[in-house]
């Protein structure tokens, strides 16, 4: 199976703006789970979609936004850009049925300047 | 919530080394237990899980990890270690019964040298 993939890989932003992220997960996994990794904080759990619904989210401002489509695929938004967001966001797909496990992508660096 | 730390931040190791990495969460429920490695440049990857039963389970590379209930800890552990484990490892927690979340440890950067 391909493992989860990640788009783009790469990205710088200045302030203000707004960025989308695209994530797709392992083939017949439903559950997408995003996460902010900065050094020093180790991974931040920004939220989890599950059958297009969002069923968990963290404790971040709601200028982070997210959405999974019927296919399982997720973006994840961010709006009106800090120089703070700077991170690797990692997406992690899984099951969520029986033993749960997740998978990462590779995640992708925002660089916002 | 829940909480997952991890004691050492940074841990520098000679080649040949023994290697125990602590893990503690807050959660006194059902728990599945993870630890995770991300390698230089690369991805993160499952290193070994814990669900039930023995609690001491065997993951990759030689790497074993202990889950103690009454201590709520899930230490990682190896032998000897080479330079190629230098990397960094995180520990992680998911609760089944409430939520399913993954929480996550920040992380302990290892180094080890030749």
């Known amino acids: 199976k391909a493992g989860v993939t990640q788009t783009p890989r790469y990205l710088i932003k200045t302030r203000g703006q707004q960025v989308t992220l695209s994530c797709s997960p392992i083939?017949?996994?439903?559950?997408v789970s995003w996460y902010q990794q900065t050094p020093g904080q180790g991974l931040q759990f920004l939220f989890e979609?599950?059958?297009?619904?969002?069923?968990n989210k963290g404790n971040f401002p709601g200028r982070f936004s997210g959405r999974q489509f019927s296919n399982s695929r997720s973006e994840m938004n961010v709006s009106t850009l800090e120089l703070g967001d700077s991170a690797l966001y990692l997406c992690?797909?899984?099951?969520?049925?029986?033993?749960?496990?997740?998978?990462f992508g590779p995640g992708t660096r925002l660089t916002v300047l | 919530a829940q909480s997952v730390s991890q004691h050492n931040h940074h841990v520098i190791l000679s080649e040949a080394a023994s290697l125990e990495l602590g893990c503690n969460y807050s959660?006194?429920?059902?728990?599945?237990l993870f630890w995770y490695v991300q390698y230089p440049g690369q991805h993160l990857q499952l290193l070994l899980k814990?669900?039930?039963?023995?609690?001491l389970v065997k993951g990759i590379k030689g790497f074993e990890a202990e889950f103690i209930k009454s201590k709520f800890s899930f230490n990682l552990r190896k032998p000897s270690v080479q330079w190629s484990d230098t990397a960094e490892y995180f520990c992680?927690?998911?609760?089944?019964?409430?939520?399913?979340?993954?929480?996550f440890g920040t992380g302990t950067s290892l180094t080890v040298i030749p």
């Open positions: 959660y006194g429920g059902t728990v599945n």
């Open positions: 814990y669900f039930s039963g023995d609690p």
């Open positions: 992690a797909s899984g099951t969520r049925t029986g033993p749960n496990e997740q998978f």
């Open positions: 979609y599950f059958s297009e619904t969002q069923r």
């Open positions: 992680a927690v998911n609760a089944p019964n409430t939520g399913n979340q993954f929480y």
């Open positions: 083939s017949g996994h439903r559950s």
